[in-house]
């Protein structure tokens, strides 16, 4: 009989970053840059999800129909910062870890980041075992 667990995805995929125009983003010694995040199989996600979805949540409690365009760019920025387990290759000014993150994804002047990573979070392809995409 087959173990349906032999098709158990990585708790983490790695995403290599491309520019608005998208040519691969690359750091000052030329290599690639790219964030390493959780997916949707890994508690870090689904914590991150519970948050997101615990907010929505209030905000129709509170009789709002939809969040206002700051309120879902916040509440975006650290869902992906809650699923970010480290960016490779760059900084973001100076500072560091989450508070980098969620800096990095409110940032609209770099919007094409928060892009790809909710994009390639989102798809479970992307976790299978020895997974780097782009």
């Known amino acids: 009989m087959l173990d349906i ?17 998208g040519d691969q983003l690359v750091n ?5 840059i790219s964030i390493t995040v959780y997916g949707p199989g890994s508690k870090q ?15 129709v409690r509170k009789g709002g ?3 206002r365009v700051q309120e879902q760019l916040i509440l975006d ?11 490779n290759g760059f900084s973001y000014k100076d500072l560091t870890a989450a508070e980098m993150f969620k800096a990095v994804y409110l940032d609209t002047s770099i919007g094409f980041i ?19 995409k782009n």
């Open 45 to 59: 996600y689904q914590k991150a999800q519970a948050v997101r979805n615990g907010a929505i949540l209030e905000c």
């Open 65 to 67: 129909k939809k969040l």
């Open 77 to 87: 920025a650290e869902f992906l910062s809650g699923c970010t387990a480290s960016f």
């Open 28 to 32: 000052e010694k030329g290599e690639p």
């Open 5 to 21: 667990s032999k098709f158990a995805v990585s708790p983490t995929s790695t995403i290599i970053l491309e520019d608005a125009e």
């Open 114 to 132: 928060a892009e790809q990573v909710n994009k390639a979070i989102g798809d479970w392809a992307n976790f299978t075992r020895g997974s780097v």
